[in-house]
């Protein structure tokens, strides 16, 4: 089975300020990771994914994130974060090994709050 | 620009009245789509799969009959549900993947404001 933590409901910074917002995971086999970002009213957008290669993921906005395979982890990075960044992410992930219909799972959500 | 369209993005009507929501792929055959449910301020809950030429698969908890899908087509998902009560308020999402193409995020429609007065 496959599943997802994000331990915090609420981030808040202030602008300029670098931002994380935290992610973990388990599965079975191995794991592909994504990042979405939720606007008001709106759908997921896609942010950045994680498949193989380089633990150092870049995405869209500036955002990046790092696998982290010993702790589980795919944490979300902004060196400076922007009052616009304001948003709810969700981390999500799907196992290599239950590919079942290409389904993922997503976390709780976190809402990124960045003040001026 | 969107790959995945969603309509209508808002509706408001009366309790009883059932309401049909469109899932379109624009660029790709979507041969599995998802829909979602969305209270405010929470999480995305996994509805249904909905599977093109067969019956869709409903995660538990999920009345069939109440939330009806169609897969009619290879880029057309539909969801009505089906004599709606105001506790039917919600925000739904559909979304497809890239059939065969799992290391490829899903695309989502923006998503439909369900009100039910």
């Known amino acids: 089975a496959q599943s997802v933590a994000q331990p915090e409901d609420q981030v808040n910074v202030a602008e300029g300020n670098p931002l994380t917002v935290k992610c973990t995971y388990s599965?079975?086999?191995?794991?592909?990771l994504f990042w979405y970002v939720q606007y008001p009213n709106r759908g997921l957008q896609f942010l950045l994914k994680y498949i193989t290669g380089d633990n150092l993921v870049k995405g869209s906005y500036g955002f990046e994130a790092e696998f982290n395979k010993s702790q589980t982890s795919f944490h979300l990075k902004k060196p400076s974060a922007l009052v616009s960044d304001s948003a709810l992410y969700f981390c999500a992930v799907r196992d290599i090994l239950f590919n079942n219909n290409n389904d993922m799972r997503f976390g709780a959500g976190t809402r990124l709050t960045v003040k001026p | 620009g969107a790959v995945v369209s969603q309509h209508p993005s808002w509706v408001i009507c009366k309790s009883g009245t059932s309401v049909k929501i469109e899932c379109r792929s624009l660029d790709f055959q979507a041969t599995t789509m998802f829909w979602y449910r969305q209270f405010p301020k929470q999480s995305l809950m996994l509805m249904a799969t909905?599977?093109?030429?067969?019956?869709?698969?409903?995660e538990q908890g999920v009345e069939k009959d109440k939330f009806l899908i169609n897969h009619a087509s290879l880029t057309l998902s539909t969801l009505t549900v089906t004599s709606a009560h105001p506790e039917d308020s919600s925000f739904y999402i559909c979304?497809?993947?890239?059939?065969?193409?799992?290391?490829?995020?899903?695309?989502f429609g923006d998503g439909t404001r369900l009100s039910i007065l």
């Open positions: 979304s497809a993947p890239r059939q065969g193409i799992a290391n490829q995020p899903q695309h």
């Open positions: 599965v079975s086999g191995n794991p592909y």
């Open positions: 909905s599977n093109e030429g067969s019956k869709a698969t409903y």
